[in-house]
């Protein structure tokens, strides 16, 4: 696996692809094989006539994804590769993230809620060759669970995972979890693997149902060939060569000679000039990603709502999202963006600095002094952290930016050894991932320790809620009170931006930042 | 010869287990705990402790330092934390890039300065040497990650090379070539500036001794005394500096190999810092010692080789 490897010519890609399908249906390599459709399951092939997979398209990631097994892995990098080879029981879609069926077709719920029954589609096939059933299941969520693997946290509420029939799943909950479908389909993290690999090493070697297999991975990139047994439509391509670029001006200039077909590496200061380029297509959306800034609340002077609420009020919002994305980020001032179905339009804060002055002067909190931590890793909080201390200087604020390596951060921000900080949160789907770690009373991420026992109740019932508009308003009510805090200082939803070359078709960029070619199309 | 290379051989295993040890024991006191940046925005208390556990951190330090040396002896490296694979596989994989780039670095360098060198050295102070001296002097003072990013803008296009990655020899010379000769060009024209300058000082210094004005005060030609009394004495001294250029390029260029997606160890060795990835960086550090080691004693032995009178100490 790890041999690097360069890739075949697109001929002997083909020959080989024609040649594994025709060994696959029994029938000789000749020009009538040819057009025949290489699936034998094709349980959802309807349009007769649809052209074969052509061209491998090269895809040159920002970064260098760490290792491959998708229920260790935290790396987005290492996601915008496995996105095409696994699948989950159920996925977002990719207009509003609302769960779909993926390898489950359909599912019930009892009536009180604690059990959720899967039924899983038929004729699902792995890259090794094995059938899907619900024994797979069974062993991947157990992995996880049992072996306390980075997503164990997501079956938090999840008592017993069962098979109940050869495909059929059945999962029992401690309490009711309205959120359970984006805590199974969120992302790949919770991805079905064959219940044989146990003997694989599954950092290297990927097994899964995608539309794509990983047939080889190097130091400077990983490889993908389409999967013909795949359960769903054919991909438009023969694979996908992942590149890691993370210079962009190298990923730039490959886009324009035609050496790289995608990328994501496109810093917001050329967006403009991309928009306008001929043969380069690019692709926005607002993310589900968000910044924030969070205040020590354990100790003074940020121990006083007030004192927040002046620095909430002091800042120029539209500046500091301009700043940190060059005007690739909407500004929110809360952390669901618009257009999701959970978000709200709440903005209280209108920036006034004669009423922050006046907040800072009743705390006694005059000439106020502080720092904000902030990770060298994440370039828009760095570049947002210097907009705000200027910002504060203009209301006698002395805010020191303390720009550290991200490994020292995580520690600090452990241990509390903060008087602020700034970061991101990147891929939330659901209100509960949005606000309940974050907020309530010793959450697990509630590094800033903010307790409000309001919140605190709204959140317990929003998160056991099952009706979505009475589960809405109770996280509407949450948001509110977290926003009034300033529990968070929320910035802004920075943009997804990915760039592609015109020859590349089908595909779009989603709010998600899922990267997904099964549907692309390549043009010669 | 043979006792003085074991001696040398002996010297280099202390030197390695100083390293191995100094190395283990300072990675304990850097700040940043692997765990949290491995897990990241999904650490919690439980799913730390069975990480750390699984990854042997949670051993006692001399158990673990005993059981990483010993593999080490053999060979093992131990697992790296960060990608589940051998670090010694890992850095098998990466070092055929990085000894393709130090090796074609150094012999742009050693274009660029062995003849400008010359030619300075000749003519000191003239026209010809105020060309040579602005010329290395601009070579040391571009930033190499702005000359990579200008070469992959205009050169990469215009010749149609690629603007990033490695293609194994073995698997494709061409390819090889084409892959290795932008960053090299990058590595080399920064290296060769230094070394045109040594070439100068060291010629110049040469052909000031007193032999040299003996040759040439009994009528011997220029170029001979050049290339036979001067060349030759300022050549002990040039050696040393190239040893160690290569030395310092065969533990990877880390903003070359980041500007031009090239996988070689110094990449690798900057990815372990930034992840704690100690059994990978443990690695790397013991293996860039290696590197030294081995290339100084090439350089001492070598002297044996240009300098008779060494081999007679």
């Known amino acids: 696996m790890r041999t690097p490897r360069a890739l075949p010519l697109v001929a002997t890609t083909a020959g080989l692809a024609l040649f594994l399908a025709a060994c696959s249906t029994g029938e000789g390599v000749d020009a009538e094989g040819l057009e025949e459709a290489p699936k034998a399951s094709a349980s959802t092939d309807e349009g007769a006539g649809a052209p074969a997979p052509e061209g491998v398209l090269v895809a040159a990631l920002a970064n260098t994804p760490d290792q491959f097994d998708p229920h260790v892995t935290t790396s987005q990098a290492s996601f915008q590769v496995l996105e095409n080879v696994y699948d989950t029981l159920v996925v977002p879609s990719a207009e509003d993230l609302t769960f779909e069926p993926s390898l489950a077709e359909e599912w019930t719920t009892s009536d009180d809620g604690l059990q959720w029954v899967f039924t899983l589609r038929d004729g699902v096939t792995f890259h090794d060759g094995s059938e899907l059933d619900a024994e797979d299941v069974v062993y991947s969520y157990t992995r996880i669970i049992e072996e306390e693997l980075s997503n164990a946290f997501r079956f938090g509420t999840v008592e017993s995972v069962e098979a109940t029939g050869e495909n059929e799943v059945t999962m029992t909950l401690t309490e009711e979890t309205p959120n359970l479908l984006a805590n199974i389909g969120g992302f790949k993290g919770m991805a079905i693997v064959p219940s044989e690999s146990a003997e694989l090493d599954l950092a290297t070697q990927a097994v899964g149902t995608g539309p794509f297999e990983l047939v080889s991975t190097s130091a400077g990139g990983a490889t993908l060939e389409a999967f013909d047994d795949y359960w769903g439509e054919a991909p438009g391509i023969e694979g996908v060569e992942y590149r890691y670029v993370a210079e962009s001006a190298a990923a730039l200039t490959g886009l324009e000679n035609g050496d790289i077909h995608w990328s994501d590496n496109v810093p917001a200061q050329s967006i403009e000039q991309l928009d306008e380029q001929e043969g380069v297509e690019l692709g926005r959306t607002s993310s589900t990603d968000y910044h924030y800034t969070a205040f020590n609340q354990t100790r003074p002077p940020f121990d006083d709502p007030d004192v927040r609420r002046a620095i909430a009020l002091a800042v120029d919002r539209e500046a500091v999202a301009e700043g940190a994305t060059f005007g690739a980020g909407t500004v929110n001032q809360t952390a669901i963006p618009e257009g999701s179905f959970w978000a709200n339009d709440y903005a209280p804060f209108e920036q006034d600095a004669a009423a922050a002055e006046q907040l800072l002067a009743d705390a006694g909190a005059e000439g106020l002094q502080f720092s904000l931590m902030v990770p060298d890793s994440d370039e828009p909080a760095v570049a947002a952290a210097q907009v705000v201390a200027s910002q504060l200087a203009d209301i006698g604020v002395t805010m020191t930016v303390d720009t550290v390596e991200t490994g020292i951060f995580l520690d600090r921000q452990g241990q509390g050894d903060f008087d602020a900080f700034s970061w991101a949160w990147i891929g939330n789907i659901d209100p509960f991932d949005y606000y309940h770690a974050q907020h309530i009373t010793d959450g697990g991420f509630n590094f800033q320790g903010y307790s409000n026992p309001e919140v605190d109740e709204l959140l317990t019932q929003a998160a056991a809620e099952t009706d979505e508009d009475a589960r809405k308003e109770l996280y509407a009510e949450a948001e509110q009170l977290i926003v009034d805090d300033v529990s968070y200082l929320y910035w802004f939803n920075p943009d997804v931006v990915e760039a592609w070359s015109s020859s590349v078709s089908g595909y779009e960029a989603r709010p998600d930042s899922a990267v997904n070619f099964e549907t692309v199309t390549l043009e010669s | ?313």
């Open chain 2, 1 to 313: 010869m043979a006792t003085y290379l074991a001696s040398r051989v002996a010297q280099a295993a202390v030197v390695l287990a100083g390293v191995a040890v100094l190395v283990f024991s300072i990675l304990q006191l850097v700040p940043g705990d692997p765990v949290r940046i491995a897990l990241g925005t999904r650490y919690t208390e439980e799913t730390g402790a069975a990480l750390r556990e699984r990854a042997g951190l949670d051993e006692p330090l001399l158990v673990q330092f005993l059981g990483w040396a010993g593999g080490a002896l053999t060979g093992d490296l131990g697992v790296s934390f960060r990608s589940g694979e051998p670090v010694t596989a890992l850095i098998l994989e990466r070092l055929p890039a990085t000894m393709s780039l130090a090796g074609m670095s150094i012999l742009v360098a050693l274009l660029i300065a062995v003849p400008l060198g010359t030619i300075s050295a000749l003519r000191p102070r003239s026209v010809v040497d105020g060309v040579a001296t602005v010329v290395s002097q601009a070579g040391i003072s571009i930033p190499d990650f702005w000359m990579g990013i200008l070469l992959i803008v205009f050169v990469a296009p215009l010749l149609a090379l690629p603007t990033g990655g490695y293609t194994p020899l073995t698997e494709d010379p061409a390819g090889w070539l084409r892959a290795v000769v932008l960053p090299a060009v990058t590595v080399g024209v920064t290296s060769g500036s230094v070394l045109t300058r040594f070439v100068r000082s060291s010629l110049l210094e040469a052909s000031g001794a007193e032999h040299v004005r003996t040759a040439r005060s009994k009528g011997l030609a220029p170029p001979a005394v050049m290339a036979w009394h001067v060349m030759r004495n300022a050549l002990l001294p040039f050696v040393t500096v190239l040893g160690v250029q290569l030395a310092y390029l065969l533990s990877g260029v880390v903003v070359v190999e980041i500007v031009f997606s090239y996988p070689g160890l110094g990449e690798l060795a900057l990815q372990a810092v930034q992840s704690r990835d100690f059994p990978l960086l443990q690695g790397a550090v013991l293996l860039f010692a290696c590197v030294f080691l081995l290339v100084n004693l090439l350089v001492d032995l070598s002297y044996a080789v240009l300098d008779p009178r060494v081999g007679t100490r």
